[in-house]
T-cell receptor, first 110, second 113 residues
Framework: GQQLNQSPQSMFIQEGEDVSMNCTSS?????WLWYKQDPGEGPVLLIA?????ELTSNGRLTAQFGITRKDSFLNISASIPSDVGIYFCAGRAGNTPLVFGKGTRLSVIA | ETGVTQTPRHLVMGMTNKKSLKCEQH?????MYWYKQSAKKPLELMFVYSLEERVENNSVPSRFSPECPNSSHLFLHLHTLQPEDSALYLC????????????FGPGTRLTVL
């Protein structure tokens, strides 16, 4: 089945630093989503991308739908302690179910 | 608060027990999902319901039995589970089963002894 490679698996950063993470797929996707999961909670949708090349922001978060349609990037600017959590990418090709990455665990050191 | 609630939040059960997980969505969505989340693995889709009909069943063992009595409620009935079934079980909903923007509940942390 389809698989997503999400990297890095984990990150330790200083408060105030910018963060970048990405997701790649072996297939062409027509949708990319980014979720954040806090400890003890379910994933919460951050950003949805529907067109190749699309760049969308949500506060300090910016995500891009790669031109090749096989990748997506999430950037967080000026990280703060509450950014801690696991960030998941998810994508879909055609009408198939959403496929999720394994997540990037972000730790912020104050 | 995503509009999707799950109960119980935590459950410990023996392998011979029967228990049920409950999910309720207050978003007026028509599709509901069960996912299994295990450590260091991607979210695994288990079941999809659209307008109370099952549209997806990803080769899930029969010891997991879903039930969708209406578009707002989804259950996962558990029977004779195995320790490897211990995981976080997440419920989600979306506008319809082709909808991509899924809203997740907080999950039920299940431990099978």
């Amino acid at each position: 089945g389809q698989q997503l490679n999400q990297s890095p698996q984990s990150m330790f950063i200083q408060e105030g630093e910018d963060v970048s993470m990405n997701c790649t797929s072996s297939s062409i996707f027509n949708t990319w989503l980014w979720y954040k999961q806090d400890p003890g909670e379910g994933p919460v949708l951050l950003i949805a991308l529907y067109k190749a090349g699309e760049l969308t922001s949500n506060g300090r978060l910016t995500a891009q739908f790669g031109i090749t349609r096989k990748d997506s990037f999430l950037n967080i600017s000026a990280s703060i302690p509450s950014d801690v959590g696991i960030y998941f990418c998810a994508g879909r090709a055609g009408n198939t179910p959403l496929v999720f990455g394994k997540g990037t665990r972000l730790s912020v050191i104050a | 608060e995503t509009g999707v609630t799950q109960t119980p939040r935590h459950l410990v059960m023996g392998m011979t027990n029967k228990k049920s997980l409950k999910c309720e969505q207050h978003l007026g969505h028509n599709a509901m999902y069960w996912y299994k989340q295990s450590a260091k693995k991607p979210l695994e889709l288990m079941f999809v319901y659209s307008l109370e009909e099952r549209v997806e069943n990803n080769s899930v063992p029969s010891r997991f039995s879903p039930e969708c009595p209406n578009s707002s409620h989804l259950f996962l009935h558990l029977h004779t589970l195995q320790p490897e079934d211990s995981a976080l079980y997440l419920c989600a909903s979306s506008q319809d089963h082709t909808g991509l923007e899924q809203f997740f509940g907080p999950g039920t942390r299940l431990t099978v002894l």
